[in-house]
């Protein structure tokens, strides 16, 4: 019957899926195209649309992955088409969701200003269709404002990173994992723009987030203090620095070893460190002794100065 024709086609997406996260891409594909065989041969193009854009988007997730970007295009825009005309408009979160992914393929092949204009209408498309606080559009906002970035658009970037925060603590919480690379970007833009007060008080509280959900010996805490410990090297505070990268030193120690790549990294950083605050207080220390030995002379040259020497 339909619906167990219906029902097979399901199986076989739910399979691809299933594939896909396991990276095992090609039993994927064929799991998926045998979905669209089963509703295109049994279904008219009203009927078996919405199941195969959806389908259509999967693959072209599979060929970007690949990075055969020319494949995914292609099956995004095949996706597009048939969701324009299975729905019978553009205004539909399907019709969004496509071009969030076409607009994706633009900004790898550094097609950047068509990039722009796929996310901006796929915004406005959910903001339109789902409301203007609904979550679904944050990921688009957070792209938006990463082009605004690569472009050196700090102030554009911090609008559309801080309305995508706004959405996602609104819909999952403060601590939610979704609100976290948001932050992670709108602290790096307060550094690059020199608020590094701002930057540590927002890396601090990912550090916070990712202790009470991973403890606080996972990697992705030593990466936390990585992050707070660059803002504190940018501001040319070399001690406290010093302090965060060996918190993180001794956590890639705990997870990887000594002989992991990234330990190493992390080791050569802790020495670059200390080896300039090592510089920098012995060059604080010859001032200081100048600057003593100066004023100690003068004082001297005084005592032994002729008598009226002060009012020549």
Known sequence: SRLALQEVASTLKIMGMVHTKRSELDKAMNCFQDAIDIMRQNFNEKGSGPVVTSILTRIGGIFSKMGKLEEAMSH????????????GTTDHPEVAQVLHYIGGIHQREGNLEEAM??????AKIYQTTLGRNDPTVATTLVCIGSLHYIEKNLDGAMNYYTEALRLNRSAYGTRHPDVIPTMKSIALIHAKKENYDSAIEIFTEVLRIKCAQMGHMHPEVAGAHKRIGNVHYQRGDLVSAGNEYRKALTI???SFGHDHQTTKSVIAIVEKVSRETSDTQQQQQQQTTATQ???????NFFKRAPKGYESL
């Open 293 to 299: 030995s100066s004023s100690s002379s003068s004082t």
């Open 252 to 254: 890639y120690q705990h």
């Open 76 to 87: 995004y825009q095949e996706a597009y088409d048939l969701a324009t005309r299975t729905f």
């Open 117 to 122: 204009r796929c996310y901006k209408n796929s």
